[in-house]
Nanobody, 125 residues
Framework: QVQLVESGGGSVQPGGSLTLSCVRSGRTYRSYSMAWFRQVPGQEREGVAALDRQGSTTYKYSVKGRFTISKDNAKNTLYLQMNSLKPEDTAMYYC???????????????????WGQGTQVTVSS
């Protein structure tokens, strides 16, 4: 089993920055992809950024140039650096891991088998 624990969420004014962290523990294997998703109550969960095992990144169009996904393998930690935050970025953010190859867009939630509990990000003036 794999455990994913997110942290780093909080409240920030528009234009501000936050860095989310996701610490992975449990079974040791090389994941196919790790990603960040977000969800607003009453809406579907959406993929924000993904980092596959080859080091390729995929971003939701609306966060390109503002968000950066990265990973520190020595610390078993996935990061999401979020800059120039907007009120529409307000959501619960989840970390996810794919244990198998998907063959599709890594921002699709069906590719992921392990999920964290989420960390809330609120962007408001």
């Amino acid at each position: 089993q794999v455990q994913l624990v997110e942290s780093g969420g909080g409240s920030v004014q528009p234009g501000g920055s936050l860095t989310l962290s996701c610490v992975r523990s449990g079974r040791t294997y090389r994941s196919y992809s790790m990603a960040w998703f977000r969800q607003v109550p009453g809406q579907e969960r959406e993929g924000v950024a993904a980092l596959d095992r080859q080091g390729s990144t995929t971003y939701k169009y609306s966060v390109k140039g503002r968000f950066t996904i990265s990973k520190d393998n020595a610390k078993n930690t996935l990061y999401l650096q979020m800059n120039s935050l907007k009120p529409e970025d307000t959501a619960m953010y989840y970390c996810a891991e794919a244990a198998r190859d998907y063959g599709g867009n890594w921002l699709n939630e069906w590719a992921y088998s392990s999920w964290g509990q989420g960390t809330q990000v609120t962007v408001s003036s």
